[in-house]
């Protein structure tokens, strides 16, 4: 499905890259993100926050909340062109442009997200880190990790309940689900409530508790199962020439809240978590899967199916799959 939105050309008369002529001058940066306030940019407004803070307002964000200038399938595109100096993307919304990235949706390969973080920040910054350089971005951090568990309308606990359900997924649930041989509706965020209310989707893998809750689904499904199928990341990162246009006393402060971002980004999540579970299960009724063994089996499936599609592009996924390993053991 093709998603239209308005294009970084479109806007990029208006949101251009400021000049940095003097360490002195108020360095203003334009910050995107698709969705409104939400837990799903809560890390990058504290970073935001940070840096503000940390170089005594020389430098100032411009913080652009919501999908009228570019859904989330659009972001790497536009930081790349400079629409906006730095927002998040997904390597997950996009596995084209971050196959090899993409290893960390993978799924059940952590079931600690502050570990995963870690990994994945390490990660990024060395072995994976020519992809963003290849969209013209500078890596900066995680900027959220959120758990993704299953809502549906009906109780799902067996593969063949799995089976008889309308299933939206992404990332790693999605190509677990595909190596069961279950049909998957690639439904963006934006639209699934329409769709699940419709039961276009029957059921949805989705961010939650906090995203769910915050998004109002704990309203539109009736059962929740808080297995967690894959931790879904919103990478933060900057438009590569933004990022060199900056005096090297800013640069330097953003790599030290770049670092403290991955503990911080997930406590604010964990936070979440901790007063939208309650939340949530006020909602809903809180299902069991019965079968975990058989999706544990499948999970191992689909890993080697991820390395066979990256062979198959001349990438050496394994090498990056064992990196990802190794590096989620390191951080334990």
Do not use: C
């Amino acid at each position: 499905m093709m998603i239209k939105s308005i294009s970084a050309l479109a806007v990029i008369g208006l949101l251009t890259v400021p000049s940095l002529a003097t360490a002195q001058e108020t360095i203003k940066l334009k910050f995107h993100s698709s969705f409104g306030e939400s837990p799903l940019n809560e890390a990058p407004r504290w970073w935001m926050d940070e840096v503000e803070k940390r170089t005594d307002g020389r430098v100032k964000f411009t913080r652009i909340l919501g999908g009228a200038l570019g859904k989330l399938t659009a972001a790497p595109e536009n930081i790349k062109v400079g629409a906006f100096d730095m927002g998040n993307v997904s390597v997950v919304y996009n596995p084209g442009l971050f196959s090899l990235s993409n290893v960390v949706s993978l799924p059940f390969i952590s079931d600690d997200p502050l570990v995963h973080a870690k990994a994945a920040h390490e990660l990024h910054n060395t072995t994976t880190n020519d992809e963003f350089k290849a969209m013209g971005q500078k890596y900066l951090g995680p900027g959220m990790w959120t758990r993704i568990q299953m809502l549906s309308h009906e109780p799902i606990r067996t593969i063949d309940d799995l089976k008889k359900q309308k299933i939206r997924a992404h990332g790693g649930a999605s190509e677990l689900l595909k190596t069961l041989g279950i049909t998957v509706y690639g439904i963006p965020w934006g639209e699934l409530p329409a769709a699940a209310e419709r039961k276009v989707v029957t059921a949805g893998i989705i961010g939650a508790p906090a995203d769910a809750y915050a998004f109002g689904f704990g309203k539109i499904f009736k059962y929740w199962d808080q297995e967690d199928w894959f931790l879904f990341p919103l990478t933060y990162t900057m438009n590569q020439d933004s990022w060199d246009a900056l005096p090297d006393d800013i640069k330097t402060v953003m790599e030290e809240v770049n670092e403290e971002m991955v503990v911080e980004g997930r406590k604010l999540m964990a936070a979440q978590e901790a007063k939208s579970g309650p939340g949530l299960a006020s909602q809903v009724e809180i299902v069991k899967f019965e079968e975990m063994d058989k999706l544990i089996a499948a999970r191992d499936q689909t890993w080697q199916n991820w390395v066979d599609a990256r062979k198959a592009e001349g990438k050496d996924g394994q090498a990056v799959l064992d990196t990802f390993l190794a590096l989620l053991d390191k951080h334990k």
